[in-house]
């Protein structure tokens, strides 16, 4: 693979499409702790893994137009948020999604008259989960179907998957996004995955973010993809998918 910039990536958080206000992803942080067991009869330490850790971290703009910056960081909520990144907007290409909480909303006014805020959103029972887009970005669906398909290359494996999900608009009645997957790309072969099909999110919510993990030991053929089901006319979502490659405690 050739080295490659950061032009033209891409940032979500809880439902909304921040890559306009985000000026740099400070952190990306997927960390084990060490556990330092040293016995007296050694002259180094000795360390064991433990706990996995997530990290993200960003510098944004001041922005108060709608379904931007300040209101979707301002109310600075108790529950679980869902941040991505996502390198361009292209299925296939590599995500990073964590589950967390955002701990701040924190601003700086600079002598230069600039306003800039750094935010931090610290891992909730998962870490940073590094996979692959299965949406084109913040992509819009018009109506009920498959997204486009992505093959994995390995046949299929058996350690199980996480998605997550966000919907950042949607006009109609309700929609469900699951992810599928398949032995070859003949459409009539792509099932949902199971644990994979996201509860529906309804016009009156009008966004929305998921996340979800399969068993540990399911199996996951090598074509994904995203169904949309539901009534609408317009939905907006992304979808970050990590397929394992090893057992997962």
């Given at each position: ?80 948020r869902t ?133 540990t030991t ?6 994904v993809r ?24």
């Amino acid at each position: 693979m050739a080295k490659e910039s950061g032009m033209g990536d891409n940032f979500y958080i809880g439902g909304y499409n921040l890559s306009t206000d985000v000026s740099a992803l400070d952190t990306i942080a997927c960390r084990r702790a060490a556990l330092d067991v040293t016995s007296i009869d050694k002259s180094a330490p000795e360390r064991i893994s433990g706990l996995l850790d997530g990290e993200m971290s960003f510098s944004t703009w001041f922005d108060t137009a709608t379904d931007l910056e300040h209101a979707a960081l301002s109310t600075l909520p108790t529950t679980d948020r869902t941040a991505m990144y996502f390198h361009g907007s292209v299925v296939g290409n590599q995500a990073a999604a964590l589950n967390g909480k955002q701990i701040n909303y924190d601003w700086n006014r600079g002598q230069d008259g600039s306003l800039a805020g750094t935010i931090q959103v610290l891992g909730n029972g998962s870490p940073v989960e590094w996979g692959i887009e299965l949406t084109n970005g913040a992509e819009l669906f018009a109506s009920s179907g498959a997204g486009t398909h992505f093959d994995q290359t390995t046949a299929s494996t058996a350690f199980g998957a996480v998605a997550t999900l966000q919907v950042f608009s949607l006009s109609g009645t309700s929609v469900t996004v699951a992810v599928q997957d398949s032995v070859d790309t003949t459409p009539a072969n792509f099932s949902n995955i199971t644990g994979l099909a996201f509860t529906a999110v309804t016009a009156g919510a009008g966004r929305g973010e998921q996340r979800l993990a399969t068993g540990t030991t399911a199996t996951i053929r090598r074509w994904v993809r995203v169904n949309l089901t539901g009534t609408f006319t317009n939905a907006t979502i992304a979808v970050a998918f990590t397929r394992f490659t090893a057992a997962q405690s």
